[in-house]
């Protein structure tokens, strides 16, 4: 009995990607303090409203990976499914359950920050909806969208803050292309499973190679953000960390011409992820 709960409660936190969404709690943690606040670093934490804001976003978040999972589970099961035959624990009914819980606590607990909060997270909700359910199959704005999806909470926590410093704006937009990165090596890497389904993904319709090229072009667009944080802002020992970033980029770049199945997708997918978790973690070098 232990065991089946243990197990299906694997299945929830799968299912609603915990780790990723404890990563975007932590990431605006540490903008809110080393970025967007001038206020000390205790009152910040202690901040109910800035708390109720991740809250909400966090419960969003898991609630748009559940109701994408339930979209993609057929072609999971072909792309991923030792993670889909964990997630499949769960019912159906029960993770659609689920998901509409965590909109209506969503919605809640933003009320406690105000109307416009709640507003916000409300079309945030239908965002991640119609995203799952109809935009994500459509070339070019599938991705545009999933990049755009995965920065919008940063984007409550930055008007709450309403520091609109240009070198936010500049941290912002390379945020937005490491994701949008992702987000391109993510669709080589499920490629089977989005021809079997039909998907219109990049690779699907214009090849694998046209979506190397484009990750390129994103790569090298990455470096515009970073040379005028460089040269025209104080960013501390970030500056460090962005210079070896590039040097990463370059060798995925290398990485990614050389590859040409799946386990090399796949290892590329997770070197952008990594980039990313080092990059949350860097943020708190940003004074120094």
Same mark, same amino acid.
């Given at each position: 009995?232990?065991?089946?709960?243990?197990?299906?409660?694997?299945?929830?936190?799968?299912? +609603?990607?915990?780790?990723?969404?404890?990563?975007?709690?932590?990431? %605006?943690?540490? *903008?809110?303090?080393?970025?967007?606040?001038?206020?000390?670093? #205790?009152?910040?934490?202690? =901040?109910?409203?800035?708390?109720?804001?991740?809250?909400?976003?966090?419960?969003?978040?898991?609630?748009?990976?559940?109701?994408?999972?339930?979209? =993609?589970?057929?072609?999971?099961?072909?792309? #991923?499914?030792?993670?889909?035959?964990?997630?499949?624990?769960?019912? %159906?009914?029960?993770?659609?359950?689920?998901?509409?819980?965590?909109?209506?606590?969503?919605?809640?607990?933003?009320?406690? @920050?105000?109307?416009?909060?709640?507003?916000?997270?409300?079309?945030?909700?239908?965002?991640?909806?119609?995203?799952?359910?109809?935009?994500?199959?459509?070339?070019?704005?599938?991705?545009?969208?999933? *990049?755009?999806?995965?920065?919008?909470?940063?984007?409550?926590?930055?008007?709450?803050?309403?520091?609109? =410093?240009?070198?936010?704006?500049?941290?912002?937009?390379?945020?937005?292309?490491?994701?949008?990165?992702?987000?391109? +090596?993510? =669709?080589?890497?499920?490629?089977?499973?989005? $021809?079997?389904?039909?998907?219109?993904?990049?690779? +699907? @319709?214009?090849?694998?190679?046209? *979506? #190397?090229?484009?990750?390129?072009?994103?790569?090298?667009?990455?470096?515009?953000?970073?040379?005028?944080?460089?040269?025209?802002?104080?960013?501390?020992?970030?500056?460090?960390?962005? %210079?070896?970033?590039?040097?990463?980029?370059? $060798?995925?770049?290398?990485?990614?011409?050389?590859?040409?199945?799946?386990?090399?997708?796949?290892?590329?997918?997770?070197?952008?992820?990594?980039?990313?978790?080092?990059?949350?973690?860097?943020?708190?070098?940003?004074?120094?």
């Amino acid at each position: 009995m232990k065991k089946t709960t243990l197990l299906k409660l694997l299945s929830l936190f799968s299912a +609603v990607r915990g780790y990723n969404i404890m990563m975007v709690c932590l990431a %605006q943690y540490l *903008a809110a303090i080393f970025v967007l606040s001038q206020r000390p670093y #205790k009152e910040v934490l202690f =901040d109910e409203s800035l708390f109720m804001l991740v809250l909400s976003g966090a419960l969003a978040i898991a609630g748009g990976y559940i109701i994408n999972g339930f979209y =993609d589970q057929e072609k999971d099961l072909i792309n #991923k499914p030792m993670k889909t035959m964990i997630d499949l624990l769960v019912s %159906q009914n029960t993770r659609l359950t689920l998901y509409f819980l965590l909109n209506l606590l969503s919605v809640i607990v933003a009320s406690y @920050v105000s109307f416009r909060a709640v507003l916000f997270f409300s079309l945030y909700i239908f965002a991640l909806w119609l995203y799952s359910h109809r935009i994500k199959k459509i070339a070019f704005w599938g991705n545009l969208s999933s *990049a755009s999806l995965a920065i919008i909470p940063f984007f409550a926590v930055f008007i709450y803050y309403r520091n609109f =410093d240009h070198s936010i704006f500049l941290h912002a937009i390379l945020i937005y292309l490491l994701v949008l990165i992702k987000d391109f +090596v993510k =669709d080589l890497e499920n490629i089977k499973g989005d $021809l079997v389904h039909n998907y219109a993904t990049i690779p +699907v @319709v214009y090849g694998e190679h046209f *979506a #190397k090229w484009l990750i390129t072009l994103s790569v090298l667009l990455c470096s515009l953000p970073v040379y005028l944080l460089l040269n025209y802002f104080s960013i501390g020992w970030l500056g460090y960390f962005l %210079q070896f970033m590039m040097g990463y980029l370059c $060798l995925f770049l290398l990485f990614l011409w050389l590859s040409h199945t799946q386990p090399r997708y796949a290892l590329l997918h997770n070197m952008i992820k990594l980039i990313l978790v080092i990059g949350v973690l860097a943020t708190a070098t940003i004074n120094n």
